[in-house]
């Protein structure tokens, strides 16, 4: 009895020793397996991203404009990727993490993203508010690459959402062909509207204007000047854009652009002098970074500013025409109506609104005949 017992104790003890060394062996392999295949992951990945470091280097520089970087630089080890980067080609190699303001870093993931999906050409793609603790200046450059990444070659297709209200205006508006994107807003939290056409920053300073809104006219008084402004001094005029400090320098754009455009010399000696400078200094700033500086600006001023920011957009205008319009222009402008029939392209001026439904010059176009 006691010898059959032990018997079949043995007869366990070896089944639960052979389950254990099927066990043991079966974890062994898990571990083996899961080494190759991360092995395997790293190598296949490595692969596939060496020629990703220039093209994170070309967008992260399209994105920061002022601090650019020399090399990009992509290590991996068994756990895990890790980008190194040089601002000098024998400077240190640093780590982003440790060197990168937060809006850079958000700079420098979306540069690895668009990377990615240049590299395996992605064609559509999703971009969820996408510049948060991103400043004005590089929220202007990621618009450029986005509306780049929507035309041709790379025609991508792009969902982008946005909390910001400024930026979602400036991308709408910088898109060239308005057929090839589709806007919406969402109102009363659940209602989505489509939305068609351009925004008019001019015509919400006039509203912001008439409800006594100093502030909001001023943020879009200073976007449409940033807009044209920039709009004429590229490609033309060399200046940095930007101090290696806070301020976002537009009156450093702005005085080169007046070195192409002599013209622009009169408005922008207008905000420069000391007795204006307050107007300027308000103006030019950005909107997460206002300060109402204990002044209290009444409508009229307000209204001498945009009259000034309109003349600026007058003066472009003026400089989209040919040279026998400019001189006829010239000829006119101290007459009581408009020959219309003396012009060559009568419907492009009509477009300005420099004369009233009488062919008379308007007083946005007074202020612009004093200084052509």
Same mark, same amino acid.
């Given at each position: 009895?006691?010898?059959?017992?032990?018997?079949?104790?043995?007869?366990?003890?070896?089944?639960?020793?052979?389950?254990?060394?099927?066990?043991? $062996?079966?974890?062994?392999?898990?571990?083996?397996?899961?080494?190759?295949?991360?092995?395997?992951?790293? @190598?296949?990945?490595?692969?596939?991203?060496?020629?990703?470091?220039?093209?994170?280097?070309?967008?992260?520089?399209?994105?920061?404009?002022?601090?650019?970087?020399?090399?990009?630089?992509?290590?991996?080890? @068994?756990?895990?990727?890790?980008?190194? &980067?040089?601002?000098?080609?024998?400077? +240190?190699?640093?780590? +982003?993490?440790?060197?990168?303001?937060?809006?850079?870093?958000?700079?420098?993931?979306?540069?690895?993203?668009?990377?990615?999906?240049?590299?395996?050409?992605?064609?559509?793609?999703?971009?969820?508010?996408? *510049?948060?603790?991103?400043?004005?200046?590089?929220? $202007?450059?990621?618009?450029? *690459?986005?509306?780049?990444?929507?035309?041709? +070659?790379?025609?991508?297709?792009?969902?982008?959402?946005?909390?910001?209200?400024?930026?979602?205006?400036?991308? *709408?508006?910088?898109?060239?062909?308005?057929?090839?994107?589709? =806007?919406?807003? /969402?109102?009363?939290?659940?209602?989505?509207?489509?939305?068609?056409?351009?925004?008019?920053?001019?015509? &919400?300073?006039?509203? =912001?204007?008439?409800?006594?809104?100093?502030? %909001?006219?001023?943020?879009?008084?200073?976007?449409?000047?940033?807009?044209?402004?920039?709009?004429?001094?590229?490609?033309?005029?060399?200046?940095?854009?930007?101090?290696? *400090?806070?301020?976002?320098?537009?009156?450093?754009?702005?005085?080169?652009?007046?070195?192409?455009? +002599?013209?622009?010399?009169?408005?922008?000696?207008?905000?420069?002098?000391? $007795?204006?400078?307050?107007?300027?200094?308000?103006?030019?700033?950005?909107?997460?970074?206002?300060?109402?500086?204990?002044? !209290?600006?009444?409508?009229?001023?307000?209204?001498?500013?945009? !009259?000034?920011?309109?003349?600026?957009?007058?003066?472009?205008?003026?400089?989209?025409?040919?040279?026998?319009?400019?001189? @006829?222009?010239?000829?006119?402008?101290?007459?009581?109506?408009?020959?219309?029939?003396?012009?060559?392209?009568?419907?492009?001026?009509?477009?300005?609104?420099? /004369?009233?439904?009488?062919?008379?010059? %308007?007083?946005?176009?007074?202020?612009? !005949?004093?200084?052509?």
């Amino acid at each position: 009895m006691i010898f059959t017992q032990l018997k079949e104790q043995e007869i366990q003890v070896l089944k639960e020793q052979q389950t254990n060394q099927l066990k043991d $062996s079966f974890l062994k392999d898990i571990k083996e397996f899961e080494q190759a295949l991360n092995d395997f992951y790293i @190598e296949e990945l490595s692969a596939e991203l060496k020629d990703i470091s220039h093209l994170i280097k070309e967008y992260y520089n399209k994105f920061e404009t002022n601090e650019k970087m020399e090399t990009v630089e992509l290590k991996d080890s @068994e756990k895990e990727f890790k980008f190194y &980067i040089q601002f000098t080609k024998n400077g +240190p190699k640093l780590d +982003p993490l440790r060197v990168l303001s937060e809006g850079q870093l958000r700079c420098f993931g979306l540069a690895i993203l668009m990377s990615v999906t240049r590299k395996f050409n992605t064609n559509f793609l999703i971009l969820d508010d996408i *510049v948060n603790a991103i400043d004005i200046e590089h929220r $202007s450059n990621i618009i450029n *690459v986005l509306c780049e990444e929507m035309q041709a +070659p790379y025609n991508k297709q792009l969902i982008i959402t946005t909390h910001d209200k400024l930026f979602w205006e400036k991308l *709408v508006n910088s898109v060239k062909n308005r057929n090839r994107i589709l =806007s919406f807003i /969402f109102e009363n939290k659940c209602m989505v509207i489509e939305n068609t056409k351009n925004i008019d920053f001019e015509k &919400i300073i006039q509203e =912001s204007i008439k409800k006594k809104d100093c502030r %909001t006219a001023l943020v879009y008084m200073r976007i449409l000047l940033e807009n044209i402004i920039y709009t004429m001094a590229d490609g033309v005029a060399d200046v940095k854009f930007k101090d290696k *400090v806070y301020k976002y320098e537009l009156s450093k754009v702005f005085a080169a652009a007046c070195d192409c455009y +002599p013209e622009l010399q009169h408005i922008y000696n207008y905000f420069m002098d000391e $007795s204006n400078h307050i107007y300027w200094s308000i103006l030019n700033q950005e909107n997460h970074f206002w300060s109402e500086q204990s002044i !209290s600006l009444d409508c009229e001023t307000i209204g001498d500013i945009f !009259s000034k920011v309109k003349c600026v957009r007058n003066i472009k205008n003026f400089y989209d025409l040919t040279e026998s319009d400019k001189n @006829e222009i010239r000829r006119q402008k101290n007459l009581e109506k408009v020959d219309k029939s003396k012009f060559q392209d009568i419907s492009k001026i009509e477009d300005f609104e420099w /004369f009233d439904e009488d062919d008379r010059w %308007t007083q946005d176009f007074k202020l612009l !005949s004093e200084i052509i």
